[in-house]
Nanobody
Framework: QVQLVESGGGLGQPGGSLRLSCVASGFTFSYFFMRWYRQAPGKERELVALISTGGRPVNYADSVKGRFTIARDNTKKMLYLQMNSLQPEDTAVYYC?????WGQGTQVTVSS
């Protein structure tokens, strides 16, 4: 069955960096666009970044443009989100997404 498992979250300092990873299984990863979403407390889940099958970033949320980078490794079935210049507003649970499938999420907290 389809599984998406995120890792790499934790406590980040304002201005610091974190790198999220997502390992995918149960589908032909290289055939599909992949997404990162996030959901902050009391807010709706929002799309953070979208990447094409070939690894081209297609779209970023305005709030993360220039700070976050989405990437993938099709040979390893891995999706990544490099988060730089972290801000407290980036605090959220981050989810890897394909079609109607979601990972369990990884908590990112940005605080000094």
């Amino acid at each position: 069955q389809v599984q998406l498992v995120e890792s790499g979250g934790g406590l980040g300092q304002p201005g610091g960096s974190l790198r999220l990873s997502c390992v995918a299984s149960g589908f032909t990863f290289s055939y599909f666009f992949m997404r990162w979403y996030r959901q902050a407390p009391g807010k709706e889940r929002e799309l953070v970044a979208l990447i094409s099958t070939g690894g081209r970033p297609v779209n970023y949320a305005d709030s993360v443009k220039g700070r976050f980078t989405i990437a993938r490794d099709n040979t390893k079935k891995m999706l990544y989100l490099q988060m730089n210049s972290l801000q407290p507003e980036d605090t959220a649970v981050y989810y890897c997404n394909w079609a109607n499938y979601w990972g369990q999420g990884t908590q990112v907290t940005v605080s000094s």
